[in-house]
């Protein structure tokens, strides 16, 4: 199958994920749900439609022509990909980017993402029987030519050991940030709640730190949140809330709550659901000395209107481009050196 065919496609995925009908989706979703009580409809409906902006034509066009890919690779490898399932079909760009660059894939499924991502390449195959041959799903990645693994920073660590002789691309634990000057206005902090809230903060691009000027208060931040607050009524982030609150007042460790969002000053970078860190800063370039120090743990940095250097607007950290890879590894560049 030449390019423009692989191309053609995806766009036909992306037309079919576009326009499930109600009860399609539906049934989509509670069988993700009865799998995964996180992936709750709203939250498969979010991953569906974030899919859906990558499978633009246009875009799929332009995203390859960026990389110059031939028609068909030389020799048609076999790629390996162990797929994280923290977020609903999590691993769909990895398989995008290896079926797009003509090669064929063998899958470790996460347990916890399953069903949405054998939906997804069922529907693929039914688009063209091609794709068939080139996708698998197995427990073990045996006969592969290089490996695109993610993990925990305890996972790669097994990774890099297992998959040493293989060209690879081991990913770790990465969060996101949020800067904020003292002047964002409540609109501002609202669209700062949907980096923090949506998926339940379990993704990678999940605000789980704030940087704040000196002295800086919550009021209108927890003001501009409130909206956020019938996210409790999940249980599991309800048992979240309520496990950390507890071993905050156990512990007397100081800390501010809303009622369902506690927020704490820590260095650490990645925070338990249903709390925030946060760390003072003095100036910018104090700010940046602190950020170049994590670099390697940040996937994406939200700020007001995107003011700081390579980072999103508030809202947007959840609406990568097709052009934003996990852990700033170019997966399409990797796949053509190979």
Same mark, same amino acid.
């Given at each position: ?190 669209? =700062? *709640?949907?980096?923090?809230? /949506? ?7 999940? !605000? #789980? +730190?704030?940087?704040?000027?000196? @002295? ?70 104090? =700010? *940046?000395?602190?950020?170049? /120090? ?7 940095? !939200? #700020? +007001?209107?995107?003011?700081?250097? @390579? ?28």
């Amino acid at each position: 199958m030449n390019l423009q065919k692989r191309i053609e496609s995806f766009k036909n995925l992306g037309s079919i994920l576009s326009n499930l009908s109600s009860t399609e989706l539906e049934n989509l979703a509670l069988d993700a749900q009865n799998n995964n009580t996180w992936f709750t409809p709203t939250s498969v409906k979010l991953a569906i439609e974030g899919i859906g902006k990558f499978l633009d034509k246009t875009v799929l066009e332009n995203w390859c022509a960026k990389y110059h890919l031939p028609d068909s690779p030389k020799e048609v490898k076999i790629i390996g990909v162990v797929m994280a399932g923290n977020i609903p079909l999590v691993g769909f760009h990895d398989l995008l980017c290896v079926l797009i660059s003509g090669y064929r894939i063998k899958i470790k499924l996460s347990s916890q993402d399953a069903p949405l991502m054998k939906y997804v390449c069922k529907t693929l195959s039914g688009i063209d029987p091609y794709f068939s041959d080139c996708i698998e799903i197995s427990d073990q990645l045996k006969d592969v030519d290089a490996i695109i693994a993610t993990g925990s920073d305890n996972t790669s660590r097994y990774f890099e050991f297992y998959f040493a002789k293989y060209p690879h691309i081991i990913r770790k634990n990465r969060t996101s940030i949020a800067i904020l000057s003292g002047d964002e206005m409540q609109e501002d902090l609202y669209a =700062l *709640g949907k980096d923090i809230f /949506t998926f339940y903060g379990l993704g990678c691009r999940n !605000v #789980s +730190k704030l940087y704040v000027p000196k @002295n800086y208060k919550f009021d209108k931040f927890f003001e501009a949140i409130e909206e956020y607050s019938p996210i409790t009524q999940h249980h599991k982030y309800s048992n979240n809330y309520d496990y950390n609150k507890s071993i905050y007042l156990i512990n007397g460790v100081k800390h501010l709550d809303n009622g369902f969002l506690m927020v704490t000053e820590r260095e650490e970078l990645v925070s338990p659901i249903s709390v925030l860190y946060f760390e003072y800063y003095n100036s910018e370039e104090e =700010l *940046g000395a602190m950020l170049k /120090t994590n670099t390697e743990k940040i996937q994406c940095i !939200v #700020s +007001k209107e995107g003011n700081w250097e @390579n980072s999103f607007a508030f809202g947007l950290a959840q609406s990568p481009s097709i052009n934003d890879y996990a852990d700033n590894v170019d997966t399409m560049a990797f796949l053509k050196e190979l």
